[in-house]
T-cell receptor, first 112, second 111 residues
Framework: DAGVTQSPTHLIKTRGQHVTLRCSPI?????VSWYQQVLGQGPQFIFQ???????GRGNFPDRFSARQFPNYSSELNVNALLLGDSALYLC???????????FGQGTRLTVV | QQQVKQSPQSLIVQKGGISIINCAYE??????FPWYQQFPGKGPALLIA?????SEKKEGRFTISFNKSAKQFSLHIMDSQPGDSATYFC??????????FGTGTRLQVFP
């Protein structure tokens, strides 16, 4: 059974550009969350979606947005990229009410 | 009140020794406390988790000790192996709400 898959694995963007990151949850999981992990720190919560509705938002600017599709996959969009957006972006899926969160391997975003 | 404080920042243990990582939280409403293991370039992998109604949980070489009154919990890795060398994160959450992570502990196990 496939785990959480994220694409792309690595990405290099220029300041001011836009980026879209993708996540496919574990089959049967309806909840997807996004986290940002800066080098040397713990992951920071960005968004949570359940059944295509936003259920939580972390302390990130409006340049960050996300959505969840009918097949429960998700996209994270970041506009007007800043150097400080360089990080590992992690997607986690949960099976509805279960609290166990399973993470993908992440997308390494580098902004130059 | 949403912070989870983790210590030590780094830990060096000899093979066969016991690795101990500690975490403290402030929000007494937290009801789920997982530990994650992360290797370089990989996403965090769930190791073991505990709820506040239990004082200890053991899975193989990994044990969580939970002290509700002190608002502290710790991870013990028995018989530490070089393959355990990784960064470990504690976390806390309210049911299916967001996970609040600690700052991480880099564990190195030498043969």
């Amino acid at each position: 059974d496939a785990g959480v898959t994220q694409s792309p694995t690595h990405l290099i963007k220029t300041r001011g550009q836009h980026v879209t990151l993708r996540c496919s949850p574990i089959s049967g999981h309806k909840s997807v969350s996004w986290y940002q992990q800066v080098l040397g720190q713990g992951p920071q919560f960005i968004f949570q979606y359940y059944e295509k509705e936003e259920r939580g938002r972390g302390n990130f600017p409006d340049r960050f947005s996300a959505r969840q599709f009918p097949n429960y996959s998700s996209e994270l969009n970041v506009n007007a990229l800043l150097l400080g957006d360089s990080a590992l972006y992690l997607c986690a899926s949960r099976q509805g009410a279960s609290t166990e969160a399973f993470f993908g391997q992440g997308t390494r975003l580098t902004v130059v | 009140q949403q912070q989870v404080k983790q210590s030590p920042q780094s830990l060096i243990v000899q093979k066969g020794g016991i690795s101990i990582i500690n975490c403290a939280y402030e929000n007494t409403a937290f009801d789920y406390f997982p530990w994650y293991q992360q290797f370089p370039g990989k996403g965090p992998a769930l190791l073991i988790a505990i709820r506040p109604d239990v004082s200890e949980k053991k899975e193989g070489r990994f044990t969580i000790s939970f002290n509700k009154s002190a608002k502290q919990f710790s991870l013990h890795i028995m018989d530490s192996q070089p393959g355990d060398s990784a960064t470990y994160f504690c976390a806390a959450s309210l049911r299916t709400d967001k996970l609040i992570f600690g700052t991480g502990t880099r564990l190195q196990v030498f043969p």
